[in-house]
């Protein structure tokens, strides 16, 4: 039986769309998009937009999208027994050639299983047959480490996919021989990892001692990236009411970054930096503009975007207003404040990431305390009323006055907004958005253990304490034993796939599906790696030597005064 109710929704949801593909099946290349979270928060992806144009590019091929249910739906699913369908033709999932999830955090690996579990599709790859969709999966998380998911996927496209798409889809195109020749023929494409042709063995005490391709396949897998960032231009594509950024065109201004901060996996996932032309950023602009009046610049370092003040104050004089996400302390200039002021910027992020500048060196993050109070006088001055101030907790060497540092930063940022106010009578808000630290892949601090989940609540603790009597501060954080749940995901190898499935039997109480598998977490969460020790994703090319990273790690711990 298939709901009425959900067809309906699914009808509606496309009304209020402008720019849906919708194309006849017959001969083409069938593909779902899928992303393991809410409508909402699937289609505020540009990178899940910019596949989606990618794949429908091709004649031969049709893309449709599918995301997580609202929970109200996902009981109507299981209810009526209705097979998760696509949004746009409302086909059941089973009948796709392939099934492509975009998946951009850990904590949304569970809802691939409830997914694929929806659609009817056999969660471990072991277990399909010919006739089942191939199963594939790209984004920047499993392109840091894809193992805890590799017994469920096919296949992996590691790095930027808007070249490795064309290639997979030439030896798709000429594949039939069945999914094992299909599989084998992928393999040599470079950035495609197939788990199946990629054996690991553990020594006695669980590190893995070695990982070995199959003959033929390469040692490593070669992460993509993009030289000529011009040839893939990449804005916003879909438009509807129902997202983060309604009545907004975002627009891609660069990706990498040349900061090199040593926490941070967008430096060194995407490297090297690159930025986009003025030139071609300017058309862009001016088309977007017809699409929506608003424009939203986006990148990992939009702030190091030589021509950003030209590109704004273009984006301006042809009628149009400006965001941007987060900008760079050090970047934030009058001229630069004032041209987002008059494009209808009322709010602003920085991050200091942490309260001393002792911390922020270790993270290679070097702003004074005097550079982010100018900063923050400058946004104020210029019309700018919310401030949001992303902080991390649990970094290496962090003391309580560390912590404490950090309400004493926010305290003197308060004290200059209120300072620097145009207008007495303006409301104001200070956010501070603290998070515990997860060490990630392929970055130097991957040899860093995650904080005990107690001492990060203590921690959070102080802070709440300290600003209970400030009105206008108010503070958001992610809480730490989702934290944890981040860390085992990011850091694990593909035994951790024993923990997802456990956790989605037990439909995502994860405390019994810790208690109940044989793996112990902290294995992979708490401990501090070994320098030689080899990583689960350790098959992967991420474009910078690990020796530089391990250097890297070794100077920051030196400065953190750490013994490794």
Known sequence: MISRKLIQKAKTILEKERGAVRKPWGGRISICLLYPNSYHVGMSNLGFQTIYQRLNSEDDVVCERAFLPDPE??????RTQTPLFSLESQKPLSGFDLLAFSISFENDFLNILTLLDLARIPLERALRGEKDPLVM????????????LSEFFDLFVLGEAEEAIGEFLEVYRHSGKGKEDLLRRLAEVEGIYVPEFYHV??????????????????????????SKIDRFPTQSSLFTPDTEFKEMAVVEVN?????????????YVYHPFRNRSFSLLESLSREA???EKRIGLAGTAISDYPSLLPLCEGILSH???????????DAITPSLADCLGRGGVRAAAIAPEAGTERLRKVLKKGYGEDEILRAIRTLVANGLSQIKSYFLIGLPSETDEEVKAIL?????????????RVSEKKRWKLILSVNPFVPKPATPFQWVP??????LKRKLKILRKGIRREKNIEMINDLPKWAYIQALLSRGDRRVGQILMAAHRHQGNWEQALRETSLNPDFFVYRRRDLDEIFPWDFIDHGIPKEKLREEYVAAMKEAGVTI
């Open 73 to 78: 739906d996902l009981q109507d699913y299981r």
């Open 137 to 148: 999966a790209g984004g920047v998380t499993v392109f840091l480490n894809p193992e805890p």
């Open 201 to 226: 063995t553990y020594a006695e005490d669980g590190r893995i001692e070695t990982i070995d391709s199959e003959a033929g396949l390469p040692r490593k897998v070669k992460r993509r990236w993009i």
């Open 255 to 267: 990706r990498g970054c040349p900061r090199g901060c040593r926490f941070c996996a967008a430096c």
């Open 289 to 291: 503009i017809s699409k």
């Open 319 to 329: 009628g149009g207003g400006v965001s941007i996400a987060s900008l760079r302390v």
């Open 408 to 420: 004493s930063l926010s305290k003197k940022i308060e004290h200059q907004i209120v300072s620097s």
């Open 450 to 455: 995650f904080e005990e989940v107690g001492e």
